[in-house]
């Protein structure tokens, strides 16, 4: 069938859907108005068209995905008198052609997935014509056999002219026509069954109907025979294979029906048979393209997923069934696809499955394809743990050889997710999120290698899942807040100011530490809004402390935290600016911390905002001093005031006596930062002892324990001295 031209995609896109969907609908006329036996006109055809083809585009997009419109819309044409073999032939490639270009629109489908509903709405609606034609015909047929088979035992004076209408229909009939004894002997045959046989009609009379065993026989097919030659049911149908003379097999829809005699009695079977051979073929194709990927024909996510709901389906019998699946997830194909092209990414992907079908050839094994550099072996029937380390193995060992294309020699490095256990405890969504996760674990321990699933860590992993999704609208719902560590004048005691620590008091978690969701919000973007709503919070804070005590000589400074992506944010200092003007808070109140290793290497230009921010008054104070990136020399050209000690250089002041080399290294750093006139505030102070040396060395601030814990801002000034070990 030659199918009209295709309109681009941007002259498709431009119209609204019922635009749309009526070009679909006159092309689909045109394509098959000229095979129809009808009255109507093409404007009156393809009003009649219409809803059957907002039926599919409905289909196409519905969630969840249904087939049974396609059903209805194939019966539709059948309704409509498009009965010519070859209207479905042109449907079926309009549908194919057009469906997406003119329906799949929404943005929410990928291209692949939209082709594969489109292939298997082919399918539904080559299934609803056929079956509404077979029963079309079945009925007429039925009727007319009926009457045929009743009029053979009508009146003699009837007898010509009943045996000579019987035969005109039995003859002429488009299926095949039987009629047996309740014995199973073959009674009559029409041409059309003989053909479909093999055109040898001596072949079909020799055989019972009993003889007739195929081995996809259904269980049921024989029990509704048994049934139906008793007497107890007058009709069954099913979906019947056969053997030819020839050895092919032929596949069938057959209705058999009883016919009883004058007073009831069962006294023939009467079997109405389609010829459904080339119809399963098509299926089966359809079925195939449906659950295959194209690229390397390995089975895809919907085949194999079927398979997975099944190895992991509780076993029946008491038998203890395992299973084992890997999740690979190769490394470094994207760079391959960007700097090579996709062409050579994809005959890297065909030889990937080549080599991965290889590894699962035994039985109860399978490998799938479910997207991109995605791939997933499964195997049944597993011992333990050791089979699926062992398949893990061989996949790893399969990729070590580099793969030429095009004379390159490309080496091919994959994570693996190892997911091992009994049948019956998971279901296969769970399944599959847990080898996710797992390989997402084998791939940041460095790639090439594979992990073991652990519940622990997969609990971890969807809960930091859901903080995640969970963290934009937690800031529009009011749910973090700002606790407040006071900062102490070491020589006298007295307060200088406080600590700004940012906590998320969660529906579900409760009150999580900024350690449980700040690598979140950096990860997502959202710690530059959440930051500035810290910042606001805190200057807030600072001022309406200034306003309450507006005697008091002692200013409070406020420190508030600055992560690395907010260093690199455009705005920084424009929003600082801005924060501190609208509350009205001097520059020189506040104090932003900024860690060591986010200033390792910075240039000038990470530096700059930094300068600016210094020059108007604000302290700069790097953090988490001495964690393991400590570069003296460095600190001569940053912007900072103020340095602030890890605890872990003040943890050995806690021991009596105190461990002279930790003693040594505070007095050399608090007499390096004096002498470059730079403050030092000593964190994680939690005894008196501890205070009492800080203080005897020269440091000038400190926090912790000790002090107080992070608090309410109204507790700033309550400081309860107390040893916190």
Not at 247 to 259: D, P, Q, R
Request: glycine share 8%; aromatic share 6%.
């Amino acid at each position: 069938m030659k199918v009209p031209s295709q309109p681009s995609g941007s002259a498709a896109e431009a119209d609204g859907p019922e635009d749309r969907l009526r070009r679909f609908v006159t092309i689909w006329s045109r394509a098959i108005f000229p095979v129809t036996a009808t009255s109507l006109t093409r404007a009156e055809f393809e009003g009649h068209l219409l809803p059957l083809a907002r039926l599919l585009c409905e289909a196409l997009l519905a969630r969840p995905f249904d087939t049974a419109p396609a059903q209805r819309a194939g019966a539709g044409l059948v309704d409509a008198h498009c009965t010519d073999p070859d209207a479905l032939g042109r449907s079926l490639g309009v549908v194919d052609s057009y469906l997406v270009l003119y329906c799949g629109t929404d943005p929410e489908f990928a291209a692949e997935e939209l082709r594969a509903r489109c292939a298997r709405l082919q399918h539904a609606m080559a299934t609803g014509y056929a079956q509404a034609l077979r029963e079309r015909t079945r009925l007429e047929q039925e009727a007319i056999a009926r009457s045929a088979l009743a009029a053979r035992s009508a009146a003699e004076i009837a007898l010509h002219a009943t045996e000579s209408r019987f035969r005109a229909v039995f003859d002429g009939a488009a299926i095949g026509i039987g009629i047996a004894d309740l014995d199973g002997r073959i009674v009559e045959i029409n041409d059309t069954m003989t053909r479909m046989f093999g055109g040898v009609e001596a072949h079909v009379r020799s055989r019972n109907v009993s003889e007739w065993v195929h081995p996809e026989d259904g269980p049921h097919v024989w029990r509704l025979y048994e049934e139906l030659v008793r007497g107890e049911r007058e009709q069954y149908r099913v979906e019947k294979p056969y053997y030819r003379g020839d050895g092919t097999v032929l596949w069938t829809n057959l209705t058999v029906s009883l016919l009883r005699d004058a007073e009831g009695r069962p006294q023939y079977q009467l079997a109405l048979m389609e010829d459904i051979t080339e119809r399963r073929l098509l299926h089966l194709r359809l079925r195939y393209e449906a659950t295959h990927d194209a690229l390397t024909g390995l089975p895809n996510r919907t085949l194999f997923f079927e398979r997975l709901e099944k190895a992991v389906a509780p076993a029946t019998g008491g038998d203890d069934a395992r299973f084992a699946l890997c999740y690979l997830d190769l490394d470094g194909f994207k760079a391959i696809n960007d700097s090579l092209g996709h062409s050579v990414g994809d005959r890297l992907l065909v030889e990937v499955a080549d080599r991965l079908q290889a590894c699962a050839t035994g039985p109860g094994e399978m490998v799938a394809r479910l997207g991109g550099d995605e791939f997933v072996a499964l195997t049944t029937g597993t011992d333990g743990e050791g089979d699926a380390v062992a398949l893990a193995d061989r996949i790893l060992a399969a990729l070590s050889t580099p793969v030429g294309v095009d004379g390159r020699e490309l080496t091919v490095r994959g994570s693996l997710g190892v997911v091992e256990g009994p049948a019956g405890e998971r279901t296969a969504a769970e399944v599959l999120r847990s080898a996710d996760i797992t390989m997402y674990r084998a791939k940041s321990a460095g790639g090439n290698r594979f992990e073991r699933a652990d519940p622990e860590a997969d609990a971890r992993a969807i809960t930091r899942h859901g903080l995640t999704t969970a963290l934009p609208t937690a800031l529009e719902r009011g749910e973090f807040f700002i606790e407040y560590q006071p900062l102490v004048h070491l020589d006298d005691g007295s307060v200088h100011g406080a600590e700004a620590l940012v906590r998320w008091s969660h529906p579900q978690h409760g009150v999580l530490g900024p350690d449980r969701f700040i690598p979140l919000a950096e990860d997502t973007g959202l710690i530059v809004p959440l930051g500035r709503w810290v910042l606001q919070e805190a200057v807030r804070q600072a001022r309406s402390w200034e306003l309450d005590n507006p005697t008091s000589g002692n200013q409070l400074r406020i420190n508030v935290n600055l992560s690395p992506t907010q260093l690199h944010h455009p705005r920084l200092v424009a929003d600082t600016v801005d924060v501190l003007e609208r509350a009205g808070l001097a520059p020189g109140a506040l104090c932003l911390e900024v860690t060591e290793s986010a200033l390792i290497g910075a240039d000038e230009d990470l530096l700059k905002p930094l300068r600016q921010l210094a020059e108007m008054g604000v302290d700069i104070a790097l953090d988490d001093f001495g964690t393991g990136y400590s570069n003296l020399a460095n600190l001569r050209r940053l912007p900072v005031s103020v340095l602030k000690l890890d605890r872990s250089f003040t943890r050995g002041m806690q021991q009596h006596p105190v461990d002279p080399v930790d003693l040594k290294i505070v007095e050399g750093i608090v007499s390096l930062a004096h002498s470059l006139e730079l403050a030092v505030t000593v964190e994680g102070v939690e005894t008196a002892a501890q205070a009492a040396r800080l203080r005897e060395i020269g440091c000038d601030t400190a926090q912790g324990w000790y002090y107080a814990r992070p608090g309410a801002p109204d507790r700033i000034h309550s400081l309860v001295l107390a040893d916190a070990v």
